[in-house]
């Protein structure tokens, strides 16, 4: 029986009920937005035959962002957004998660009266869907104490704050460079096996998926700066072709085992990742000469480097102060980039070896945290290592949060949220790197969030903070949680 009110509307079988939220069914004003969110009915209706549980979460929520250029402002970010979780028991020892995002992002981009016509209205205002995890549990899965998960999932290993160098089986979801804790879920096969006071962990993952990357006007910051041309060439044009690993379970696949548990009130633990990195990095760079006066195009091609990944990590407390630590050391195969180079006696190739597997490298994090008397939360991290760095281009990086809530918590004020880093510490007046993020949020009542913040950045010289320092913005977030 469907069920008609103001909130949305709710669906009742047999004793059982579901409720449609009205804020899901805002996403609904085009077609297919519609046709997604009757295929979600229609699934619940199916499942609640067979299953014995189900349960639905998700959440609601707008972002806005505002650029404040001295010159020009301008909107940089526009998005509505709806989650929806679905979770299931149908048995003892299954489980069910599917986690799926509806989405609107992005600008009108209107170029004719054709665009306008568009049933799909994209056009208008882009959208898109997106499963970010579904997958199934089997636990006592031929043995009592193993578990096991197929499907898509997202897989975090590590202790420390966002940044996890020990975890490189998701790859990062890279489009909003200030989430950069996002994780993009992959198939995998996982499987647990639970012997006191340690767990084993063997993960499988037969498809290689790489990270996703932000904008353009952002992506350079993430890769590097644009590749110099020779002295006398001026880019017309230039093309890239990014190569993904072959399709093949000695090429694409990867594997990663962990072995964790706790001694003394202390979590720790080792683990192991034979697979690939995330990011591409320049295979290929060719310069094709177009005229005498030195007008040239620019073809690069970019593809992974495999790497093994030897970690660990520790949590615990010391006197009521939360403590962590993550370590990595990456071991990378040899990756040589090729060089292209018009001369008057034809093209010129040279080598360049930016990865070697002599050359190993060691990421890690220390934090700590602790909330005084009063209620104020201090949260402090060292990193070394971003995680878009390798080799010798590892920078040192520190970041603190102070936290103060108010009202019984309706009102919570960051008055300090700070990521610094020292690029060069021969001459750290002229390499530094400073981001600044206060943020206020309000809560008036219970799962609804209203949060107002800034990004401001500064520095000198070559570092990730330094070359967003023209990228000033406020932003706006409100959220529903259902």
Same mark, same amino acid.
């Given at each position: ?186 198939? =995998? ?49 230039? !093309? ?12 694409? =696949? ?168 020292? !690029? ?59």
């Amino acid at each position: 029986m469907l069920n008609f009110n103001r909130a949305g509307f709710s669906v009742q079988r047999e004793g059982e009920f579901y409720e449609i939220n009205r804020f899901t069914l805002y996403a609904a004003r085009c077609a297919k937005c519609a046709k997604f969110l009757l295929w979600i009915l229609l699934s619940i209706l199916l499942i609640s035959r067979a299953f014995a549980q189900v349960n639905i979460g998700g959440y609601v929520e707008t972002i806005n962002r505002y650029w404040i250029s001295p010159d020009s402002g301008k909107w940089t970010w526009n998005e509505v957004r709806t989650e929806v979780n679905l979770e299931a028991t149908p048995g003892d020892n299954l489980h069910f998660y599917s986690e799926v995002r509806l989405r609107a992002l992005g600008f009108p981009n209107i170029t004719s009266i054709t665009d306008l016509q568009r049933r799909e209205k994209d056009k208008a205002f882009p959208w898109s869907l997106m499963v970010r995890e579904t997958y199934l549990d089997i636990y006592g899965f031929i043995y009592p104490n193993i578990d096991l998960r197929a499907g898509k999932q997202i897989i975090a290993w590590g202790t420390a704050d966002k940044i996890n160098p020990t975890s490189n089986l998701s790859s990062y979801d890279l489009e909003d460079f200030f989430e950069f804790g996002e994780k993009i879920g992959v198939n =995998a096969l996982r499987v647990n096996f639970t012997l006191e006071p340690v767990t084993l962990e063997a993960d499988f993952i037969p498809v290689f998926t790489p990270s996703t990357l932000p904008p353009p006007e952002w992506t350079n910051i993430m890769l590097g700066e644009d590749i110099p041309l020779p002295t006398g060439m001026h880019l017309v044009n230039k !093309s890239d072709t990014v190569k993904l690993p072959e399709r093949k379970l000695n090429k694409s =696949a990867e594997a990663a085992f962990k072995i964790s548990g706790t001694l003394w009130n202390w979590d720790f633990s080792l683990s192991y990742f034979y697979g690939y990195d995330g990011l591409p990095l320049g295979e290929r760079v060719e310069i094709i000469p177009l005229d005498t006066l030195g007008n040239v195009n620019l073809k690069i091609i970019t593809s992974y480097p495999r790497i093994q990944v030897i970690g660990g990590d520790f949590a615990g407390s010391v006197k009521g102060i939360g403590v962590w630590g993550e370590g990595a050391l990456y071991i990378p195969e040899d990756f040589i980039m090729t060089r292209v180079i018009p001369s008057p006696y034809g093209p010129v190739m040279e080598m360049d070896t930016l990865l070697k597997n002599k050359s190993p490298y060691f990421k890690f994090v220390l934090g700590a945290d602790y909330t005084f008397k009063n209620g104020m939360y201090f949260n402090i991290q060292y990193v070394r290592g971003f995680l878009h760095e390798r080799g010798d281009s590892l920078k040192d990086y520190f970041i603190a949060r102070v936290e103060k809530k108010f009202f019984n918590d309706e009102l919570k004020i960051v008055p300090v949220g700070i990521a610094a880093t020292i !690029s060069d510490w021969d001459n750290p007046r002229e390499n530094y790197g400073v981001a600044y993020l206060p943020e206020i949020s309000y809560s008036p009542y219970d799962n609804v969030e209203v949060r107002l913040g800034a990004h401001i950045l500064d520095g000198k010289g070559r570092n990730v903070f330094s070359n967003m320092k023209e990228r000033d913005e406020v932003f706006l977030r409100v959220k529903l949680s259902f």
